[in-house]
């Protein structure tokens, strides 16, 4: 497919030459991804409702107990100086005490009853919101058109559906609820201490106000930074997926020091960036917690002379002091959870850009029908195409393959032989002129009912984890074991399988690397043998195979093409001298089309190309 290959090699030029700053996370960004999140949680929305609904009684009741422990301490108190003058020994009982530390055990009971069911039903809607959007994506890819994958590294693409997945449901399942206790907690506490005593809280505010100033400055960096951390990741990943991948090629061309090197450079690109945005969203924290520390100071020192002076209880300033404790922490949390939310919201943003990517043109909502018996008759009339719209590749492509027409594509490398192909499958889209395929336009059937017309054997092979009779019917799963045989006897590879310990049994992993290349071919070979399809495709199909197979696949494709259509791409000209119509490409368009011998004849393009070929 080296058309396609050229393809690919242009549009990753011209991604690489795209400025990182035009991935970057633009201004308003954050509130439209946060906007999406909350349209992708449709139908468990109530899981976030209950869990806000419980963290905020739990901080009403964590508040409540403070402002209860005052009224408790300033009533023992009472009690112990009592029992001094009056000299009996003090005890608490139900009547003086004891109630009130039963009712301070039940307020704090039921905080702890609320924080449980908070955390439980916040970790469920992060784990169902990250399964939505998994499903999502998985559905989003089948959906996706093939321009996509030419110009995104599918490591970047996986890295989009599991680590920044993963990072917005670990935020979401600490982060979220620990700002809402944060913020909640903090303004409680300052109307708590207001109410006690004006300029303590004053003091504690200065502290406050500082607080707000760090985190906002942290923050102004902190959405940027996790951008380029969650990139780095996508491209470490990316680099991982591409040595596994090609660990054969590497090995063959000694570049093992350099693969080693490029993946290192990934990484430690990584852990810069990570180092970067790890102190950004952790350095608000001990900045906030010295300015804390300096407020709690502040409010002891003044606090303990009023209460020298009268002018505070015991109870009162116990509890005053609480509050500050209390506000003090999610002061602290407060700017590193908001940094961990700016990186999710960086990760989530980076989902959403998959998920918004355009689709493939939808099917027609009234596709038409073929013929009952479709005969495989395909018209090209007046096609233009272009990867770019800009820049044409095809700008008038005719011709006509009637039914049981053998029809061979050659010409040189990034001729647009494939890309022919893939019009015709409806992989790319087509930007003017028609492709009928017996009288029906394509682009009026569903792409299901197009492609189950043909049957398509490319240069490179796939096989997946299986067994080699699942592999061979993986177009036909309803077929028989004896007609999974009869395709591999036809296609020459029978007696291989057979020689195999569990035979058709035999699984196949790790891309059937235990078998070799020629071998993977015929396997595939027969696979759109058993489909049985109106309409062949081979593209390179005997590549891989020896002359003598060669052979023999050609007697057995012939037998299989008898009365169907046939398109065969190849550089092998003996391959096709029998075709019925040979189309020569040449930048994208047919410069002469006929048989061989009136090719030949002609003396053109395609009769020097044979001449190189048998001289």
């Not at 809280?201 to 959405?223: D, E, I, K, N, P």
């Not at 889209?429 to 028609?434: L, P, W």
Request: with cysteine.
């Amino acid at each position: 497919m080296a058309d396609q290959r050229e393809h690919e090699d242009l549009m990753n030029a011209n991604e690489a030459a795209v400025p990182e700053d035009e991935e970057r996370i633009p201004a308003g960004m954050a509130w439209r991804t946060a906007a999406n999140l909350w349209r992708a949680a449709a139908g468990i929305r109530w899981r976030l409702v209950v869990a806000v609904c419980s963290t905020l009684l739990y901080v009403a009741f964590s508040l409540a107990a403070p402002v209860y422990s005052a009224e408790i301490i300033d009533l023992l108190w009472g009690c112990i100086q009592r029992s001094f003058a009056e000299g009996v020994p003090f005890a608490v009982t139900l009547e003086d005490g004891g109630r009130q530390i039963l009712i301070y055990l039940g307020i704090w009971t039921a905080a702890w009853a609320f924080y449980s069911v908070q955390v439980m039903v916040m970790s469920g809607f992060a784990e169902q919101l990250n399964l939505a959007l998994r499903s999502r994506i998985a559905e989003k890819l089948g959906r996706l058109p093939l321009s996509y994958f030419d110009v995104h590294q599918p490591g970047d693409t996986i890295s989009r559906a599991t680590n920044d997945l993963d990072k917005v449901s670990e935020v979401l399942q600490r982060g979220l609820l620990q700002l809402i206790i944060a913020v909640t907690t903090l303004v409680g506490a300052l109307i708590m201490m207001a109410s006690f005593n004006l300029v303590l809280t004053g003091v504690f505010a200065v502290s406050v106000v500082g607080a707000f100033v760090v985190t906002r400055f942290v923050a102004a960096r902190t959405l940027a930074v996790s951008t380029e951390r969650q990139e780095a990741v996508g491209t470490l990943t990316t680099r991982i997926e591409e040595a596994y991948s090609g660990r054969a090629v590497i090995k063959a061309f000694g570049r093992e020091r350099a693969s080693l090197r490029e993946m290192s450079e990934a990484a430690d690109a990584l852990a810069r960036t990570s180092a970067v945005a790890d102190f950004i969203t952790n350095a608000a924290g001990p900045a906030v917690r010295f300015l804390v520390r300096l407020s709690l100071v502040g409010i002891g020192v003044l606090g303990g002379g009023m209460l020298i002076a009268g002018q505070l209880t015991v109870g009162v300033f116990q509890a005053f002091y609480q509050y500050a404790n209390q506000g003090s922490e999610p002061l602290t949390q407060v700017s590193m959870t908001y940094n961990m939310l700016q990186g999710a919201l960086a990760a989530a943003a980076r989902v959403f850009a998959l998920l918004d990517e355009d689709e493939v043109v939808p099917d027609p909502a009234e596709p038409a029908t073929l013929p009952v018996g479709s005969a495989g008759r395909v018209v090209f009339e007046h096609v233009r195409f272009g990867y770019d719209p800009a820049h044409p590749l095809m700008r008038d492509v005719s011709f006509t393959a009637e039914p049981g027409q053998k029809v061979a594509i050659v010409g040189a490398t990034g001729a647009g032989k494939t890309t022919l192909i893939n019009l015709l499958m409806r992989f790319y889209e087509i930007d003017g002129g028609r492709i009928l395929l017996d009288g029906v336009s394509t682009r009026e059937l569903t792409r299901a009912d197009l492609r189950r017309r043909f049957g398509m054997v490319l240069q490179d092979t796939w096989l997946f984890e299986g067994t080699i009779a699942e592999n061979i019917a993986y177009g036909r799963p309803e077929a028989t074991r004896e007609e999974v045989a009869a395709a591999a006897r036809a296609a020459r590879v029978d007696f291989y399988v057979r020689t195999l310990p569990d035979g058709y049994d035999t699984v196949l992993s790790n891309d059937a690397e235990s078998i070799s290349q020629g071998q993977r071919q015929l396997l595939t070979i027969a696979r759109a043998m058993l489909s049985d399809p109106a309409i062949l495709i081979l593209d390179e199909a005997t590549s891989s195979v020896d002359t003598r197979t060669e052979q023999a696949i050609v007697h057995a494709m012939e037998t299989l093409m008898y009365g169907r259509t046939s398109f065969v791409i190849a550089h092998r000209l003996s391959t096709i001298v029998d075709a019925d119509l040979i189309l020569v490409m040449e930048a994208g368009t047919i410069i002469e089309q006929g048989t061989h011998e009136e090719l030949l004849a002609a003396g053109g393009a395609y009769a020097e190309l044979y001449r190189s070929q048998f001289a």
